[in-house]
């Protein structure tokens, strides 16, 4: 393992498949134990993949879209209900500002204290800029143009870098904020045509890769057969270009 390690729990969208659960990701850094995002089937894909999920120190959320963060209710409600034994290990929310009035709201519906665990729980909410030091890894954070709340991350550790775009859509600034990652983790929801919404084409996200200089590039989040995607994608970017696939174990 090098200085960090991503496990692909979820690489689909809202589109229910056989193969993909949503977004959802795992990061060995260190001593640190990261998820991104926490959507449907995520949570479960630990599991899957055999990874000490009772262990996981920090749990990232890019924005409050259903596909990234409707699993970390049920997330919260396994560490109090389902766990093997009771965990003293603190555990780090990080997210948007509006975090912690989601994961009140969702107590309040689901009718459950998931908030109240036996572990010390803590809550940063983040705005565009803002940075977290720990002594495994720094996280910085960026806006995206897809939700008023959207964040996309940066994670560096051992002078390696990771990014992840969350969704969003076309925006310069980006390039200079992911500029030299060793990994690029993309969103590329459409094609050709964003249909009106706010996300990646793979031209797009082309562009993105070039900005930014990343060494390798690993798209995601495709509501659309990602098969010809290295043929689209590397006419613009000279760099490795990897498709997503949950379970998939990458250095870097």
Do not use: N
Request: contains cysteine; aromatic residues 8%; negative net charge.
């Amino acid at each position: 393992m090098g200085a960090m390690q991503l496990v692909v729990l979820g690489s689909g969208t809202t589109k229910p498949s056989a193969a993909r659960a949503c977004s959802g990701y795992w990061l060995w850094a260190g001593a640190a134990r990261v998820r991104l995002d926490c959507g449907a089937g995520s949570v479960h894909a630990m599991a899957r993949c055999d990874l000490p999920w009772e262990e996981l120190t920090h749990q990232f959320i890019s924005h409050f879209h259903v596909d990234h963060v409707g699993e970390l209710p049920y997330l919260l409600a396994a560490f109090k209900y389902g766990a093997g034994r009771p965990r003293a290990t603190p555990l780090s929310l990080i997210g948007p500002v509006g975090l912690g009035a989601y994961l009140e709201e969702s107590a309040r519906l689901h009718r459950q204290r998931f908030l109240e665990q036996s572990f010390p729980l803590s809550l940063s909410e983040l705005r565009p800029g803002d940075a977290i030091e720990t002594p495994d890894f720094r996280l910085v954070v960026a806006r995206t143009p897809h939700t008023d709340e959207s964040l996309a991350v940066r994670i560096e550790r051992d002078g390696r870098a990771l990014g992840y775009t969350g969704d969003t859509a076309p925006d310069p600034a980006l390039g200079a904020f992911f500029r030299g990652v060793d990994l690029l983790v993309a969103e590329c929801t459409f094609l050709t045509d964003t249909q009106g919404t706010k996300h990646l084409t793979a031209d797009d996200v082309a562009a993105l890769a070039a900005a930014s200089e990343a060494r390798r590039l690993l798209v995601t989040h495709c509501a659309f057969d990602p098969r010809d995607l290295p043929q689209r994608i590397g006419w613009r970017y000279p760099g490795e270009i990897l498709l997503a696939e949950d379970g998939m174990v990458l250095d870097v």
